[in-house]
């Protein structure tokens, strides 16, 4: 496997530039390779639902189901779904790259949006480039 490298962040959007980038999105799936030693699954998803309002307990089985159905995930692990801040940056790529902000340090510096996170490990052959050690991200429009 290669070395992974980090995008490099030119920039990131304003407020008003997100909302006019997830304008029509219905999600946003990244993939990228498992940061796990030794990763019981090779490939870290994280999938943006274009959504602030609350998902019931009891409908998020069923929504991880359906993405994992769609998208020819086999095998899925360490879950977690919940709301977290995005924010949106500009790199070398045509769309802006999610980032989760996790640390409340940065999201004090930058713009960023609440919005409904699946995060998990799985595995898929549709995404052979996340098991090669590339990471990639792709927007699904209504």
């Not at 360490?78 to 902000?101: N, S, V, W, Y």
Request: net charge negative; hydrophobic share 40%.
């Amino acid at each position: 496997m290669q070395e992974i490298q980090p995008l490099k962040v030119n920039s990131y959007l304003a407020h008003e530039e997100i909302k006019s980038t997830l304008e029509n999105v219905e999600f946003i799936i990244m993939a990228a390779p498992s940061m796990m030693a030794p990763p019981a699954l090779p490939i870290h998803f994280t999938i943006i639902l274009n959504t602030s309002d609350p998902i019931p307990e009891e409908i998020k089985p069923h929504i991880v189901e359906k993405f994992c159905r769609e998208h020819g995930i086999t095998s899925t692990s360490d879950l977690i779904f919940e709301a977290g801040r995005i924010a949106f940056a500009m790199t070398a790529q045509e769309t802006p790259m999610p980032r989760h902000l996790i640390d409340p340090a940065e999201a004090n510096t930058i713009p960023w949006v609440s919005l409904q996170i699946i995060d998990f490990l799985g595995d898929a052959e549709r995404f052979k480039e996340a098991k090669d050690g590339l990471s990639g991200w792709s927007y699904s429009h209504n």
